[in-house]
């Protein structure tokens, strides 16, 4: 027996191919956009995971670090250390900058931290840990930095000696690791106008610029120039312990906010990402129908075009359900070539968006799904239009 | 011919559904969760490292002088400047007098009528004496007359009481002239002193120094102890160092380290630990150490920043290992070892640490394992990993 599916695209193969490459791209189109969107939600959560942190403490009344400004003193890690069910605790800031490497900038997240604890990077792709406290920095590799690059922050110089890859910002910056006593000053202390400007505003005032006190004037601007406050202390529970508890323990009496992972990944994704996400979702959505549409059009038409050879089976006496077999099994065809080609051409694709673009295989397997069943949809069209035509088409009539 | 038509065509098929199929492979197999996870791994071995130490710090003079009056006052001048190498003693300022010239001149006239008064006091003694030497030859003429009877004795008494009145005009006129002499003494004692007080309205250079600071000028008021001008050795300059504490390990006074001035990063000066402070600072967690340079470089300004590296020890022998390996878990430190392909996380012990990034591991694994140094994303223990020369290149 032959198949009559397989005569019919040997007959036409170029265009069967073609149309299939085109299905293909479109589809893959649709997949990139549902990557799009996974890549956002996704690059909330990496923040979070690389961040290696279970509980969050922040200012009081603030939904910090990423979501709001949080600013708490630096010493709170050491009473937060005293807590039952805490492993670890560390300082942690976050800036969002640009940094700069020769004439060029980059738009960053700064990132300090103290080596060896929670927010640390996890893994490196090159290069080695920060060994110096001070003008050292790793930088994620979507930065562009290369290791031994001379970045500067500020009003200082860092040398890249490491690189790191998937840390980034929830709005997709890549991060810009740099030890926490920079950190603090690229984040508080001023430049240099601002800070002769406040000089000579505190000069200015006779209350405290007193000439019977000497050193008052002094001590003053010394005190104005300090700050020693960071964003975030990110802590480690003990394996076994309740972050939930730790979390009810820091608010009730440590007088700051903590936040544990669920908390904060609900900050992130419900409130932070959440009008970005919805806005790409909204446009994956019109995407899908309109791929289906255009899918279900396609075989139709091909059928279509078809419909004088169609006109010539049946007058010969082919059965109604081969003929329904031929197109069904050629819209299947055109839906598993379109599949493949956009599946692969989504995930070639994907590495050269600037914005992280995940492709999750259920994604890939629902896509598939849905492709077959709008073929099958749109073929038993197809197969309607072509059992219902008059055999006399064939001879013209 | 319409068989070759029909082969070519079928081979066509043929042949774009395998390039699609193959295309399609390669894809799955490269992403998603079935791509392995790319590594670069090293085989531990041992080696020597030498252990560094890295701080910031700025130059300081060791001995800074503030140099200002011991009274409140007002400033009459200032003779040097800012950046004016001075001697030891001298005069740098000078503070207003107001009426102590006046003062010690009204001492000196009452030191001159005080001489006078001691003159004047031992002339009057010179004739109370004299009268004495009258009185006592009368007093002795009549006592013998008056022994022959040949005056009455009222007139001999009348001679002795005239004798003992004047032995007591010389008693009062010693006393006197003891008197005015002490007077001199005083006023003599009193005008010293204004010329002490004198002298320290003189600011005058205490070493031999360069001038930092010129904090008032001529008509300004200071008070006590408020510096006019801020002296410095400029010999005794060092770089005070702050250090963090936890990789403090191993600092001893003496050990030699490399000064970078933030002005000439690129030319390292040499210096050495000369103190380590007892006290380090509890709010920064820092400590701070003192570094003295080998040769104090010209030009130095105080208050330059300056990075420090301290060589803390000499190749220290043992395994070592990249620290880009080494994983931080609440169990404490661990590395990947590739066994038998897989990736295992192994606890290991940790010892001492270089700034190029190496680490020394006293316990945990053995010469020739094989440990995951960089990977493209976090491992997970009997994981699919590929062996790679490395992931990221460093730029040529």
């Known amino acids: 027996m032959i198949s009559l599916a397989g005569r019919d695209i040997l007959h036409s193969w170029s265009k069967f191919v073609l149309t299939g490459i085109g299905l293909g791209l479109l589809i893959g189109v649709t997949l990139t956009m549902a990557g799009v969107y996974r890549g956002i939600v996704d690059d909330a959560k990496a923040l979070l995971n690389n961040s290696g942190a279970d509980l969050w403490v922040v200012q009081q009344d603030t939904q910090g670090p990423y979501a709001e400004s949080s600013s708490i003193h630096d010493d709170v890690y050491r009473s937060l250390l005293s807590l039952p069910g805490v492993a670890r605790a560390a300082n942690v800031t976050y800036l969002t900058m640009q940094v700069r490497l020769n004439n060029t900038d980059v738009r960053a997240m700064v990132v300090g931290f103290e080596p060896g604890q929670p927010g640390e990077p996890g893994y490196l792709i090159a290069g080695r840990h920060i060994t110096r406290n001070h003008y050292e920095a790793v930088a994620d590799v979507k930065t562009g930095f290369q290791i031994g690059d001379t970045i500067q922050i500020r009003r200082h110089d860092y040398r890249i000696v490491g690189l790191t890859q998937r840390m980034v910002s929830s709005g997709g910056d890549p991060m810009v690791f740099i030890p926490m006593k920079d950190a603090q000053e690229a984040q508080f202390l001023k430049d240099n106008d601002a800070i002769l400007n406040e000089r000579a505003r505190t000069a200015a005032n006779p209350s405290l610029n007193r000439p019977g006190v000497p050193g008052l004037l002094e001590a003053i601007q010394a005190s104005q120039n300090a700050n020693r406050n960071v964003n975030a202390v990110l802590i480690k529970v003990l394996p076994g312990s309740q972050p939930d508890m730790i979390a009810n323990e820091v608010r009730r009496w440590k007088h700051l906010q903590a936040f544990t992972r669920v908390q904060m990944e609900e900050i992130l994704v419900a409130k932070l990402i959440a009008t970005s996400a919805k806005q790409i979702a909204m446009f994956l959505v019109i995407l899908a129908v309109v791929s289906a549409a255009i899918v279900a059009f396609i075989i139709y038409t091909m059928t279509l075009g078809k419909i004088r050879e169609i006109a010539v089976l049946k007058l010969i006496g082919t059965r109604n359900r081969t003929i329904a077999g031929m197109i069904l099994q050629q819209a299947i065809g055109l839906g598993l070539i379109g599949f493949l080609v956009g599946k692969t051409a989504a995930t070639v694709w994907a590495p050269f968006f600037p914005k992280y673009v995940l492709l999750e295989p259920g994604d890939a397997v629902r896509g598939f799904v849905v492709v077959m069943v709008i073929c099958a949809l749109a073929s038993t069209l197809a197969i309607r239009a072509a059992l219902s035509v008059d055999p006399a088409t064939a001879i013209g009539g | ?396």
């Open chain 2, 1 to 396: 011919m319409k068989l070759n038509i029909f082969f070519s065509r079928k081979f066509g098929l043929a042949a774009f559904a395998t390039v699609l199929l193959i295309g399609f492979g390669f894809v799955v197999s490269r992403s998603g969760p079935l791509a392995p996870t790319k590594v670069s791994i090293t085989r531990v071995q041992s080696g020597s490292l030498s252990s560094s130490l890295f701080g910031i710090g700025t130059v300081e003079a060791r001995r800074t002088y503030f140099i200002g009056p011991t009274a409140a006052g007002r400033v009459k001048l200032v003779q040097v400047d800012v950046g004016e190498h001075v001697k030891s003693g001298q005069l740098l300022a000078e503070i207003e007098p107001v009426d102590l010239d006046e003062r010690i001149r009204s001492l000196d006239a009452a030191y001159a009528r005080a001489s006078s008064a001691v003159v004047a006091a031992e002339a009057q003694r010179r004739d109370l004496l004299a009268r004495q030497t009258v009185a006592n030859l009368n007093a002795k003429r009549y006592r013998d007359l008056g022994d022959k009877n040949f005056v009455s004795p009222s007139a001999v008494e009348s001679k002795q009481q005239e004798l003992a009145s004047a032995q007591a005009a010389v008693d009062a006129s010693d006393a006197n002239l003891q008197s005015a002499r002490m007077e001199v003494v005083r006023l003599k004692a009193d005008h010293e002193a204004l010329g002490q007080q004198r002298k320290n309205l003189r600011l005058v250079a205490s070493i031999d120094g360069v001038v930092t600071s010129r904090d008032a000028e001529a008509g300004s008021t200071v008070i006590a102890g408020q510096s006019v001008l801020k002296l410095m050795e400029p010999n005794s300059l060092w770089v005070k160092v702050r250090l963090d504490q936890g990789r403090s390990r191993g600092l001893a006074n003496g050990q030699a380290a490399s000064i970078a001035l933030r002005s000439n990063p690129g030319m390292p000066l040499t210096g050495k630990i000369v103190r380590i402070e007892p006290l380090s600072d509890s709010v920064t967690e820092e400590r701070i150490a003192l570094v003295a340079f080998d040769q104090i470089p010209v030009g130095l300004s105080i208050g330059e920043m300056a990075e420090v590296t301290v060589q803390t020890a000499a190749n220290q022998t043992g395994l070592t290992l990249p620290n880009a390996a080494i994983k931080q878990t609440p169990q404490g430190a661990g590395v990947w070892k590739l066994d038998d392909g897989k990736p295992v996380l192994v606890a290991i012990k940790l010892g001492a640490s270089s700034l190029d990034g190496l680490v020394q591991v006293l316990d945990g694994i053995s010469s020739g394992d094989e440990i995951i140094v960089h990977s493209e994303r976090e491992l997970s223990a009997g994981g699919r990993v590929k062996v790679v020369e490395k992931l990221a290149g460093t730029r040529q």
